[in-house]
């Protein structure tokens, strides 16, 4: 259809409005049994959800049908991020970040690492991934190998989202109340912000302006 479509989840329901007429369109069939925590659309028109029940939903975005289900994490789900076409990461409260295969629903990696809930998850490029966890820590993965190459410590508290900008560089947002900036060529802290009097729970880049939320 040639209108803009939102989506967006609200309890365990996941909705589609019309951007353009602001018009309630449908909440989507096999909603899960619990709170939905994440939500991507992959390459192939596929929408992603992750919820509290454990379980990883897939549609088709266009129609609206129910494709399947991803079995594997024992806990919440918090995170997801496209891997390629047919591959999604997703961060658990179970400490793992699992690698899938969205088509045969095989989990063909799980990285092991975090001490904690892990919150973010940002792709950098084929084989880099960087994962943000309620033990504090950024971890910087080797995707293909499952080989943590390097974990910043520089914030205090858990790390609830990660953007990176256009200048390759990475920024976290924290409970600890500060948003960070980290070379990506180093992965040393190249800047601290201090605007916020709460958890930073969420970033965006829009152009070359970062947009950060808070609980303040």
Request: glycine content about 6%; proline content about 0%.
């Amino acid at each position: 259809n040639n209108y803009k479509v939102l989506v967006i989840a609200s309890g365990n329901q996941i909705q589609m409005w019309n951007l353009d007429n602001k018009k309630f369109l449908k909440n989507l069939s096999n909603p899960h049994s619990e709170s939905v925590r994440a939500l991507l659309i992959n390459n192939k028109k596929e929408l992603i959800s992750a919820s509290c029940d454990k379980t990883i939903r897939i549609w088709n975005i266009e129609t609206g049908e129910y494709l399947r289900e991803l079995l594997g994490h024992n806990n919440t789900i918090w995170a997801l991020a496209k891997n390629n076409e047919n591959e999604l990461i997703s961060g658990s409260d179970d400490q793992l970040i699992k690698i899938w295969n969205t088509d045969s629903k095989v989990c063909k990696n799980s990285l092991t690492g975090h001490s904690n809930v892990i919150l973010a998850l940002v792709k950098y490029n084929k084989n880099i991934l960087i994962s943000g966890s309620g033990d504090a820590t950024i971890k910087i993965w080797n995707v293909e190998s499952g080989e943590c190459l390097k974990t910043l410590t520089d914030h205090s508290g858990r790390i609830f989202s990660l953007v990176i900008n256009n200048r390759n560089e990475l920024i976290s947002g924290s409970e600890d109340k500060t948003i960070k900036i980290f070379s990506m060529e180093t992965w040393q802290c190249l800047d601290t912000l201090r605007e916020h009097t709460d958890s930073v729970r969420a970033l965006a880049i829009s152009q070359n302006k970062l947009i950060s939320g808070s609980y303040d």
